[in-house]
């Protein structure tokens, strides 16, 4: 319970002034403008994903590549040993 005449707890008594109109709108005014923030940054952070994602295939793809090539030097080198 609290003394400024609201309560979280319990309902309003009878008789008890609701809060001005002005408040009602504007707290609608806040949420949506929160709910549009909300939905932007929603928005951005898909936008991220994708683009860690293509950034993880051209990763796994260079990794691949840098793998082939390593075999392909190891061969190399193991053949020149032979020719010595």
Same mark, same amino acid.
């Given at each position: 319970?609290?003394?400024?005449?609201?309560?979280?707890?319990?309902?309003?008594?009878?008789?008890?002034?609701?809060?001005?109109?002005?408040?009602? +709108?504007?707290d609608a005014i806040m %949420?949506?403008?929160?709910?549009? !923030?909300?939905a932007a940054s929603q928005? #951005?952070?898909? *936008?991220?994903?994708?683009?860690?994602?293509? +950034?993880?295939?051209?990763?796994? %793809?260079?990794?691949?590549?840098? !793998?082939?090539?390593?075999?392909?030097? #190891?061969?190399? *080198?193991?053949?020149?040993?032979?020719?010595?």
């Amino acid at each position: 319970m609290s003394f400024s005449g609201y309560s979280l707890d319990e309902p309003p008594a009878w008789g008890a002034v609701s809060p001005p109109a002005g408040d009602l +709108v504007r707290d609608a005014i806040m %949420k949506e403008k929160l709910l549009k !923030e909300i939905a932007a940054s929603q928005e #951005d952070l898909r *936008t991220l994903l994708a683009r860690v994602q293509s +950034v993880q295939k051209e990763v796994d %793809k260079l990794t691949s590549g840098n !793998e082939t090539l390593q075999m392909y030097i #190891d061969n190399l *080198t193991v053949q020149m040993a032979k020719r010595r």
